[in-house]
């Protein structure tokens, strides 16, 4: 419910709130072996607590994945869907200020993972089914 009128507001929400929900659902799967988050961490803060937690359960991140994209085709490929599903926050203008976001606060996520040999980057033009094969085989990669 919290997470609900937070997200129905319009506001982020909070590091230590979403590290908790993450940590719930990470203690209501106990017998799996392993995650996987889309868009998640999105800040160097939001990596060191969420390694944290994951420390006191004796996991770790094994892989973090980006998709490489360039702007143009990020902006072109929203603006579809805008149109397509009807999405009133998918303007041109919300749309380049998320890529202003993503450079200030998720990209430099991209060395933090890869000075701990734990990051690849996924080619992330063609069909769903290409880009899903690339995934798939670096996640392979990475099973132990």
Not at 102 to 113: A, D, F, K, N, R
């Amino acid at each position: 419910m919290k997470l609900k009128s937070i997200i129905d507001k319009g506001e982020l929400v909070p590091d230590e709130l979403l590290i908790d929900i993450l940590d719930d659902a990470i203690k209501g799967y106990s017998g799996v072996n392993g995650f996987i988050f889309d868009g998640f961490p999105r800040t160097i803060q939001q990596a060191v607590d969420f390694e944290e937690l994951l420390k006191n359960e004796n996991r770790e991140v094994s892989l973090v994945l980006a998709l490489d994209v360039v702007d143009k085709e990020i902006i072109d490929r929203l603006l579809i869907r805008a149109e397509e599903q009807g999405r009133v926050d998918d303007t041109r203008e919300v749309i380049e200020n998320r890529l202003q976001v993503y450079l200030s606060q998720t990209e430099p996520l991209i060395e933090y993972y890869i000075n701990k040999n734990k990051f690849e980057s996924v080619h992330g033009i063609g069909t769903i089914d290409e880009i899903f094969n690339s995934i798939c085989e670096v996640i392979n990669r990475h099973i132990k």
